[in-house]
């Protein structure tokens, strides 16, 4: 164990798990939150992680620097990619847990070159003052990833926090975000009818074992002012199969996914729902469109 801190309620816990390619992971009462390998940092361990990595792969040519913001740091396990797959990138982190991060930093450092800049603070304070907290003002991607411990708080998953974020996208930048769901969906569905309200492309990334509608899992949203083809095409494995991949739920599949699941303000939006939800019950393995 590299160490174990007291954050807030919770339990934070820093522990090497792999020797050969020096893996760490770091998990919050027990739930794993990061994992980085400092060997071969472009590896990403958790499937949501190495779908948002595809999605900043095909961002831009492969050769060009991404200006991006990660709101909700972890192990700066994806600012590591960026900065092992696209040296020269810009990046602006948030993380509310000042005395965490600086635990993690202490003890597996960035690398040398790497263009990250940290604030400390709630994401909606920094996003509401974010001319003078440094965040970009042209992001290329933000990457919204607010977990405390297993629930996302209702005050990053409103219509009026998503405009923040989006004031600050680049024509055509990417508002990427990672949320938790099972079955009815009806978390996430509100969360892409709310993006849906605020930018014309909007894609729903989906474990394929969660189509049953029976599991729980995670589900991440994409959206953005510039049609998504490019940027969804880069989720195929190789050989142009998407099985190595995750459900994708676009166009018309997604609008009959979202169904009448309504945007939520700051009068309307609630927490994320705990993994143990008894509402998650009531939608069991009932056929839901779109998937």
């Known amino acids: 164990m590299v160490f174990v801190l007291e954050v807030g309620d919770a339990v934070a816990a820093l522990e090497r798990i792999g020797r050969r390619r020096d893996v760490y992971e770091l998990s919050v009462d027990g739930i794993p939150q990061s994992r980085i390998s400092l060997v071969e940092p472009r590896t990403l361990a958790f499937e949501y992680t190495q779908w948002i990595g595809r999605i900043l792969d095909a961002a831009a040519p492969a050769s060009d620097p991404l200006t991006v913001v990660h709101l909700g740091a972890g192990a700066l ?8 797959t696209r040296p020269g990138s810009p990046q602006f982190v948030v993380e509310r847990e000042q005395e965490l991060l600086e635990g993690v930093l202490n003890a597996l450092p960035l690398p040398d070159g790497a263009d990250v800049t940290i604030a400390y603070g709630d994401a909606r304070a920094v996003a509401t003052e974010a001319a003078t907290q440094g965040w970009p003002e042209a992001a290329d991607a933000v990457i919204v990833d607010l977990w405390s411990g297993a629930l996302i ?6 219509r009026e926090f998503y405009a923040l974020v989006a004031e600050r996208l680049a024509p055509g930048g990417l508002l990427v975000v990672n949320l938790l769901d099972g079955p009815g969906f009806e978390y ?6 709310t993006l849906a309200s605020l930018l014309p492309s909007v894609a729903a990334l989906i474990e394929p074992r969660m189509a049953s509608n029976t599991e729980l899992g995670n589900v991440v949203l994409v959206a953005s002012a510039r049609p998504l083809d490019a940027v969804l095409e880069g989720l195929k494995s190789p050989g142009g199969a998407r099985e190595a991949g995750p459900r994708v739920v676009e166009g018309e599949a997604l609008r009959a996914w979202i169904g009448d699941a309504a945007p939520v303000d700051d009068s309307t939006a609630i927490d994320s729902p705990p993994m143990e939800d008894e509402h998650f019950a009531r939608h069991f393995g009932r056929p839901l469109p779109g998937l």
């Open 153 to 158: 708080g209702a005050r990053v998953a409103s």
């Open 77 to 84: 396990t994806l600012p590591r990619y960026v900065a092992a």
């Open 188 to 193: 996430t569905r509100s969360q892409a009818a």
